[in-house]
T-cell receptor, first 113, second 115 residues
Framework: KQEVTQIPAALSVPEGENLVLNCSFTDSAIYNLQWFRQDPGKGLTSLLLIQSSQREQTSGRLNASLDKSSGRSTLYIAASQPGDSATYLC????????????FGKGTHLIIQP | GAGVSQSPSNKVTEKGKDVELRCDPISGHTALYWYRQSLGQGLEFLIYFQGNSAPDKSGLPSDRFSAERTGGSVSTLTIQRTQQEDSAVYLC?????????????FGQGTRLTVV
């Protein structure tokens, strides 16, 4: 059974810092990996989708990498802003439909102004 | 519509009552997922629909939970005889093909409180 772990569970940094969020998964046989953002009381907003054949994806100040063989992904946030404060979730899709996306428990990020 | 729409956004119900949660996926998306997010927990997969095929219900936590999808579009998640442990945010997502190489889009969720 696929398991996804996110480290750290919580992170608080001053505004302007670059930071890295980590995601690991136990079964490397994935089709894709997706990073989401969740604001308090809200649904999930998709940030980046990395296909299994890709190594990284970039969107603005966000860069996500994928090392499928080692079961790891990182989300890099450059020049952090208070508006980046949210919970960041990593999810992998292993196919078959029945398991859907397997999510980590998230990293709760606070950017201090 | 422009995004995945869920209703109601909030629902408070008495223990033992039945509730229905609705999800309207993005137009043209064939795959639809239901997830549950309990306080302090990760997202728990509940059920997956792909087009008009029979869904896989293996993620549903008990036989009090059921879901249907009419005409391959709108889905309803029904919880019968609600219990306090059913209190959670129920999230719906859709994707254009169903997982492989496609992006999942989520609704804002329905926050269910059983009192």
């Amino acid at each position: 059974k696929q398991e996804v772990t996110q480290i750290p569970a919580a992170l608080s940094v001053p505004e302007g810092e670059n930071l890295v969020l980590n995601c690991s998964f136990t079964d490397s046989a994935i089709y894709n990996l997706q990073w989401f953002r969740q604001d308090p009381g809200k649904g999930l907003t998709s940030l980046l989708l990395i296909q299994s054949s890709q190594r990284e994806q970039t969107s603005g100040r966000l860069n996500a990498s994928l090392d499928k063989s080692s079961g790891r992904s990182t989300l890099y946030i450059a020049a952090s802003q208070p508006g980046d404060s949210a919970t960041y979730l990593c999810a992998v899709y292993s196919g078959g439909g029945a398991d859907g996306l397997t999510f980590g428990k998230g990293t709760h990020l606070i950017i201090q102004p | 519509g422009a995004g995945v729409s869920q209703s109601p956004s909030n629902k408070v119900t008495e223990k033992g009552k039945d509730v229905e949660l609705r999800c309207d996926p993005i137009s043209g998306h064939t795959a639809l997922y239901w997830y549950r997010q309990s306080l302090g927990q990760g997202l728990e997969f509940l059920i997956y629909f792909q087009g008009n095929s029979a869904p896989d219900k293996s993620g549903l936590p008990s036989d009090r939970f059921s879901a249907e999808r009419t005409g391959g579009s709108v889905s309803t998640l029904t919880i019968q005889r609600t219990q306090q442990e059913d209190s959670a945010v129920y999230l719906c997502a859709s994707s254009s093909q169903g997982g492989v190489n496609t992006e999942a889009f989520f609704g804002q969720g329905t926050r269910l409180t059983v009192v």
